[in-house]
């Protein structure tokens, strides 16, 4: 059974920095990919980031370029997304996902239908 899950959600001030991980297991493919999602009340599903199961690819949303990173530990399944210098309109639920097969490299890779698995959320709210 493939399972993902994020931790690391919380309250932190403007300016701030978080460390989510997603921590993924019973994958059986050799090629695939982690994402990183956010949505924020009314609002929708909005794809921040991702890493290729090798590592040596990654993508940005532009709302986040510069000030998230995302890495991966493949010793321990995990991948994280290091989140500095975080604003207000960053507050949302942050989701990781699993893309299985036929994973992007480009902004498709920032698409909620490139993935097939996905985690329960964590919320991440940032005080002004």
């Known amino acids: 059974e493939v399972l993902v899950a994020e931790s690391g959600g919380g309250l932190v001030q403007a300016g701030g920095s978080l460390r989510l991980s997603c921590a993924a297991s019973g994958f059986i493919w050799d090629d695939y990919a982690i994402g990183w999602f956010r949505q924020a009340p009314g609002k929708e599903r909005e794809g921040i980031s991702y890493?290729?199961?090798?590592?040596?690819?990654?993508y940005y949303a532009d709302s986040v370029k510069g000030r998230f990173t995302i890495s991966s530990d493949s010793a321990k399944n995990t991948v994280y997304l290091q989140m500095n210098s975080l604003k207000p309109e960053d507050t949302a639920v942050y989701y990781c996902a699993a893309c299985s097969t036929g994973c992007y490299r480009d902004h498709r890779s920032l698409l909620v239908r490139s993935y097939d698995y996905w985690g329960q959320g964590t919320q991440v709210t940032v005080s002004s």
């Open positions: 890493i290729s199961s090798s590592g040596d690819s990654t």
